[in-house]
């Protein structure tokens, strides 16, 4: 079971994201999913997050990626 605290500031993160993407800006956007990816890969590393939670957060965090992958001014 993920931590609510865990759970809570990814979701946060996530919510940044989308927030940044809808109003287009792309730099804010862009820093949110490189914290995404930072807080999953050390949530990981710390044991906080297990497998099967990074894995869903972490397809989540690719499928943004793949999406912005085209995003520059």
Known sequence: MLKRSVRVELDSILNDLRINLENNYKDLAHDALKKLHGTLEDYLK?????????????????????????YHH
């Open 46 to 70: 710390s044991g906080t997050l297990k497998e099967k939670d990074y894995r869903k957060y972490k397809k989540i965090a690719d499928d943004y990626s793949n999406r912005m992958a085209n």
